[in-house]
């Protein structure tokens, strides 16, 4: 699958480089994250501000519509963590005898999330005067990155049994390809100087779902939800 969109890539460029009306290059920031669908009690994330670089493309299709590729490196972290409880029953002995007595069990989930892709927007741009409103699908390719922490279980009030402590690795059920809807504009500030803004949201779930090992805490849906703001400055413009 990389060798295929690797290929592509090759192919979006020298066809860009050869047709392309327009050539931009863009740099600039993203915030957000995965967004869960429900809210969960005693679940917080920290979304960090991530990066976002690369080429776009403007092929005119007419004096209003074009059609505006694009090919760009982004990184997006989190820092997420959730505590819950749940009922439980402890094996106990007594005088030689065992049983199980009813009790509860605290855990305490802390994790970080930090993810390289690769992000294909293919837009449609829309052009009213010197601004143009962009919409359109984009693809995304996860390249590497890591989705660990710890559990941190507590039996009880704690002090009487061990804490038991574990690793967990979310990463291999991060969907290594994403699809989703994306829509902007590009407001002109400066000759080949512009600013971009976009809002993102992806169809699909960032985890395959049948692939999470649940925790006791349970299966939330979170779809990636991300704003996106840059300078653009055009390298080619006919």
């Known amino acids: 699958m990389k060798k295929l969109i690797l290929l592509f890539i090759v192919f979006l460029f020298n066809l860009g480089n050869s047709f392309a009306q327009d050539i931009n290059i863009g740099a600039g920031i993203s915030y957000g994250g995965p967004i ?28 209003r519509f074009s059609f505006m ?45 930090r993810l390289h892709y690769i992000d294909i927007p293919l837009l449609i741009g829309y052009r009213i005067w010197k601004f143009q409103l962009m919409f359109g699908p ?13 559990v941190r279980v507590v039996i009880g009030s704690g002090g009487v049994l061990d804490d038991y402590n574990e690793e967990i690795n979310n990463y291999p059920a991060i969907r290594k390809m994403e699809q989703g809807l994306m829509l902007g504009s590009n ?26 090992e649940d ?3 349970g299966t939330v849906k979170m779809y990636n939800t991300y704003f996106q703001m840059g300078l653009v400055y055009k390298l080619k413009s006919d």
């Open 36 to 63: 869960p669908t429900e809210v969960v009690d005693s679940t917080s994330g920290k979304p960090l501000v991530g990066a976002i670089a690369g080429l776009s493309f403007s092929f005119r299709i007419n004096e």
């Open 69 to 113: 590729p694009g090919l760009y490196y982004s990184f997006h972290g989190l820092d997420y963590s959730q505590s819950f409880t749940r009922d439980t029953l402890i094996t106990v002995v007594f005088n030689g005898i065992s049983g199980e007595v009813p009790s509860f069990y605290t855990a305490y989930v802390n994790g970080k999330m």
């Open 138 to 150: 984009y693809i995304s390719v996860l390249l590497a990155g890591k989705d660990a922490g710890n």
């Open 187 to 212: 407001v002109p500030i400066y000759k080949k100087l512009s600013i971009e803004m976009t809002v993102s949201r992806s169809f699909f779930t960032l985890y395959n779902l049948d692939k999470l």
């Open 215 to 217: 925790n006791g805490q």
